[in-house]
């Protein structure tokens, strides 16, 4: 068990995302009382730091309060640099965790940044190793044929909340199905609504649907009939 003190703000969430590098996601624990970790924000000084008391390590960054991406970047990097001194472990992807990693680097191909540029900040705002560098700008640059679209082009995301089972690992908005059986009718009415809203105002405002994706959740957890209802009902 590791207890984790958040001190000065609620960046649980980002927090959480480095913890989990390191330990069992059921280990974690964040505690008001004692603690083996302490992440701290402090208004008054514009820093965050994080502490392993026991280790006698810790790590400092001074931050903009007025920048919260800049605040929850050293939460998330103070707290990867003491675990990586405590544990021994080097993470390769540095604290560039989530399901789409290359977006921050489509940023930086929009402010026009030479690819030397964008390893350097990889590197010092996100301790990518080297590798990881190459393999993230090599893959936007593979997206970045689908991405650069019209600006009359739209993507359309339909969810599907509903699952089988419960992944540990996950951090969609989803539900088991089989203790939400009574939901799932009143869902999909309300989905096929929404999908009937939105279909409308983009074919009157002269948008183009380049991309359908049904996700989740598992959309295949829904029954035959469900799941046909829901797809008879996309027509665009």
Known sequence: MINVKLKGHEYRYEAYQILSLFYAKSE????????DIESTFDTQLSLVECEIKSALISKKLHVN???KKNIKNSIKMTLLKCLEEFTGITIPWGILVGIRPTKVIHDYFNKGLA????IMHLTNDYSLSIEKCNLAIEVAKKEAVFLNKANKSVSIYIGI?????????????????WKNQDLVNCYLNSLLKEINSVFSYLKDSGYNIDTLYVGGGTPTSLN????????SNINY
Do not use: A, G, W
């Open 161 to 177: 909340p509903f699952c089988p089972t419960r992944c540990v690992y996950c951090s969609f908005t989803s539900n088991p199905i």
């Open 224 to 231: 035959v009939h469900q799941l046909n209802k829901l797809l």
């Open 65 to 67: 309060i007025l920048d």
């Open 115 to 118: 690819e030397d540029e964008i």
């Open 28 to 35: 974690i624990v964040f505690n008001m009382f004692e603690s």
